[in-house]
């Protein structure tokens, strides 16, 4: 899929995540290479990294890397029932209140960057998996349709904005 969404198929408040994503190219290929070079980066850090907070009350880099699988899996499985055509409305989740029950400072780094691996090739497989009609689909999200390709950008771009977080407050 190359096309990006229009407006009316995402919430206002996400338009932020989706405005990261490259406008050009193949939205699983997008997210494939970013994959890599987002597992390099992490791959690279030491443990002590991993504990690392910019500031008290901020979470850890394992922290972050749990909040991002999490988040994976939640909007993987949105993109899953829009694709499918569920019409069912589909709720949020709080992120503060999963990364504080996910209690992820208890794993090595080592094992939170080989758990993301594996969520992110589970939704890599999905959108190589999506017929080209499964991409416009639209599946309610916060009394909103929204489309399987917003859902897709939304990954894409929710990944981004923790990258950028990553690389401007803790790796600096």
């Avoid at 594996?118 to 999506?130: K, P």
Wanted: charged share 25%; glycine share 6%.
């Amino acid at each position: 899929m190359n096309q990006r969404p229009e407006k009316n198929e995402y919430l206002e408040v996400q338009e932020r995540y989706i405005a990261l994503v490259p406008a050009d190219g193949d939205l699983a290929a997008i997210l494939r290479e970013q994959s890599r070079s987002l597992f390099d980066l992490l791959g690279a850090l030491s443990e002590e990294q991993g504990n690392y907070r910019y500031a008290p009350e901020k979470w850890s880099i394992k922290q972050m890397i749990g909040h991002l699988t999490d988040n994976d899996r939640i909007m993987s499985y949105r993109l899953l029932c829009f694709a499918r055509g569920e019409q069912a409305p589909l709720p949020g989740y709080e992120e503060k209140d999963y990364v504080a029950a996910g209690d992820f400072d208890r794993f090595t780094l080592q094992e939170l960057v080989s758990q993301y691996k594996l969520v992110r090739q589970s939704t890599l497989a999905l959108l190589d998996s999506l017929p080209e009609d499964a991409w416009t689909r639209r599946g309610m999200f916060h009394s909103t349709a929204m489309s399987v390709r917003a859902q897709a950008c939304l990954i894409i771009g929710h990944e981004l904005h923790h990258l950028n977080v990553l690389n401007e407050r803790y790796l600096n």
